[in-house]
């Protein structure tokens, strides 16, 4: 199939040629992200409201949480290539999310809610890599864009459903919608638990690939970044140096709040948030496809260095409602984008690594992201941190200039 074929297929007609795993996986994602996204705009509230943790100590929490799971998607995906086997990794991954996500109703000190969120980010990080490289398995080069695409606008579609959920059991559940109890807190919390199982049902029976057996050739893995060229890692480079500039969006919701967005309201500015995702990940995951990846990571990036400088300089709800679906849309055009751009750049048989080690690009600056972020947000105030992040994600976007794409003869065909 050409890139001229690709441009004048309809939307429609690419996505009913993508193979079964890409909806199966898709629809996992939707599950685990409508309970993630119940969970997540309310618990920035949770911690400050009801355990008196401070924006520092939120910080160190995401940010911990975070570099836990992007670390261990190093080894997993890692793992996957060197058993040839993504599926079993992937299941294991969700099911401890799915086990250990409920023991956060119980918690009641931050560091407590520290251990939990890190387990909960074990599980990410164990099925990450693996999920990604099971993806792009089977898929024509012309088609990655759109088949990522899909799997993070499903993910994104979770997170619309799951603030949506989640405001109407705080209407429903809390006895005052704009103070909840910490009893109000713990029944949500369970609650949001229930999609996650129901996901692993999905991966057990929809979820296929082939067995080890009828795998026809040995391919040696080794765990190094001399395995991958040069323009490989200047990408990882790039996208590390971004992700120092992108702390947890916690610090969105403490902004809004700031600003009078009331606390019922708070799942659903989350909620907007991810229909703008839904929306630009068709897009971005369409047109990367059609006009190259590069172009679309880069106007992603630029996207948030203008959306954090307006985040700098907020006053008004109205204005915080407008940046909250912009923001949206720098995810729809990177997200579903640099992963296509890492199977453009990879054979199928490293994928698992390429994708474990991109990962590791995110874990080793998001952790001090967040910290730092958080810092300066408590000693100098809100202005001077997004205004630190607007400038960060600038100077990456110069840097991923000297990123050069595959030529059509380069990208691998599987």
């Known amino acids: 199939m050409s890139v001229k074929q690709t441009d004048n297929q309809s939307f429609i007609a690419r996505y009913k040629s993508l193979p079964r795993n890409v909806f199966a996986l898709s629809l996992v994602s939707l599950l685990n992200d409508t309970s993630s996204e119940i969970i997540y705009p309310i618990l920035p509230m949770f911690l400050t409201l009801a355990l008196g ?27 996957s290539d060197k058993i040839r086997r993504r599926k079993p990794l992937v299941f294991c991954g969700y099911a401890l999310t799915a086990f250990t996500r409920p023991f ?59 603030p949506l959920i989640g405001y109407i059991l705080i209407v429903t559940i809390a006895s005052s919608p704009d103070k909840l109890s910490v009893d109000d807190y713990k029944k949500i919390f369970l609650l949001a638990s229930v999609p996650t199982f129901l996901a692993l049902l999905f991966i057990i029976f929809f979820v ?26 200047r990408f990882l480079v790039s996208i590390s140096l971004f992700t120092l500039s992108n702390s947890t969006d916690a610090f969105l919701l403490l902004k809004a709040q700031e600003l009078g967005v009331k606390s019922s309201m708070l799942p659903i500015l989350w909620m907007l948030l991810h ?14 496809d059609k006009i190259g990846r590069k172009r679309i990571i880069l106007s992603g990036w630029m996207l948030y260095a203008l959306v954090y400088f307006g985040f700098a300089f907020v006053n008004s709800e109205w204005q915080i409602w ?25 054979p199928e048989e490293k994928r698992g690594t390429a994708f474990g080690l991109y990962a590791l690009a995110f874990s080793i600056t998001v952790f001090p992201a967040s910290v730092i972020f958080g810092a300066i947000w408590n000693f100098a105030g809100p202005t001077p941190a997004f205004l630190f992040g607007s400038t960060l994600s600038l100077l990456a976007a110069i840097l991923f200039l000297t990123v050069k794409p595959p030529s059509s003869a380069q990208i691998p065909k599987s």
């Not at 296929?208 to 890692?233: C, G, M, W, Y």
């Not at 229909?275 to 990940?281: E, Y």
């Not at 940046?323 to 720098?330: A, C, E, K, V």
């Open 322 to 346: 407008l940046l909250f679906f912009i923001y949206g849309f720098y995810f729809g055009f990177t997200e579903g984008t640099e992963r296509a751009f890492v199977a453009d750049l990879i």
């Open 104 to 162: 956060l109703a119980f918690t009641t000190t931050w560091s407590q809610v520290l251990v939990v969120r890190a387990i909960d980010r074990i599980g990410k990080g164990i099925r990450s890599a693996p999920r990604d490289a099971l993806i792009a398995t089977k898929i024509l080069p012309e088609q990655r864009g759109i088949a990522f695409g899909i799997n993070r606008a499903a993910d994104n579609l979770g997170a619309v459903i799951g």
């Open 53 to 79: 943790t401070s924006p520092f100590a939120i910080g160190l929490i995401e940010g911990l949480a975070e570099s836990i799971a992007a670390l261990l998607k190093l080894f997993s995906g890692y793992w």
């Open 208 to 233: 296929k690939e082939q067995r080890a057996a009828e795998v026809n050739k040995k391919i040696h893995i080794k765990l190094s970044l001399s395995e991958f060229d040069p323009n490989f890692k």
């Open 275 to 288: 229909i703008a995702k839904v929306i630009s990940s068709l897009i971005g995951g369409d047109f990367s």
